[in-house]
């Protein structure tokens, strides 16, 4: 079985300042990582995905992902925060040999003080 | 692109009515996937369908709930009786399962609607 952790439930970055969202994963397979970002009120936007090739991933808004086979992690990063990237973040895997289906983490609440 | 349309955007039923959510996903794509999200149990992937097939609904709560797609451009949710603990946002996502593209097997993108807010009294 695939199954995705997000050990934080909240991270507080002031703005400008790194900001990391960690994501380890468990699968029986290649898998293919993703990242979505949700505001208030609205559905789930995507931000980046890992397939193959890169290990360094870059997507959305200034937004970059790293994907480290040994560690089993796809940790978020971006370089200086804004306030507006506060927001529910998920981090998700897929396994082929599944389906199409996605396995979600718990979600991390990011907040991004001025 | 208008990207994946759900109706209602906001449902509030009493308990014991029958609940209709309705989904439009992304033209061209096709799988299409129903979430619920709540705050004790997060985002579960309840049914989903390619080529209007449905593939697994091993996440579909119980018999009151079911959905349908009869054709590519549209999916029903139904929960009929509806009870006070589905309320939930639920959401809806497509994407375009193509198992070859370039040569190579793609690894498609779901694409979220914004939900629909439901509260069963």
């Known amino acids: 079985a695939q199954s995705v952790a997000q050990p934080e439930d909240q991270v507080n970055v002031a703005e400008g300042n790194p900001l990391t969202v960690k994501c380890t994963y468990s699968v029986s397979g290649n898998p293919y990582l993703f990242w979505y970002v949700q505001y208030p009120n609205r559905g789930l936007q995507f931000l980046l995905k890992?397939?193959?090739?890169?290990?360094l991933v870059k997507g959305s808004y200034g937004f970059e992902a790293e994907f480290n086979k040994s560690q089993t992690s796809f940790h978020l990063k971006k370089p200086s925060a804004l306030v507006s990237d506060s927001a529910l973040y998920f981090c998700?895997?897929?396994?082929?040999?599944?389906?199409?289906?996605?396995?979600f983490g718990g979600g991390t609440r990011v907040l991004v003080k001025p | 692109d208008a990207g994946v349309i759900q109706s209602p955007r906001h449902e509030v039923t009493e308990m014991g009515q029958e609940v209709t959510l309705r989904c439009k996903p992304i033209?061209?794509?096709?799988?299409l996937f129903w979430y619920r999200q709540t705050m004790m149990r997060g985002l579960e992937l309840l049914i989903y369908?390619?080529?209007?097939?449905?593939?697994?609904d091993s996440g579909m709560p119980e018999d009151r709930f079911s959905a349908k797609m009869p054709n590519a451009s549209f999916s029903t949710l139904k929960i009929q009786p509806s009870e006070p603990r589905d309320s939930a946002v639920y959401f809806c996502?497509?994407?375009?399962?193509?198992?070859?593209?370039?040569?190579?097997?793609?690894?498609?993108?779901?694409?979220f609607g914004p939900g629909t807010r439901l509260l069963v009294l």
């Open positions: 369908f390619n080529n209007n097939v449905p593939i697994d």
């Open positions: 998700a895997v897929r396994v082929t040999a599944a389906g199409n289906k996605l396995t």
């Open positions: 996502a497509s994407s375009l399962r193509n198992r070859w593209l370039s040569g190579r097997r793609s690894q498609e993108t779901q694409y």
């Open positions: 033209s061209g794509h096709n799988s």
């Open positions: 890992y397939i193959t090739g890169d290990n």
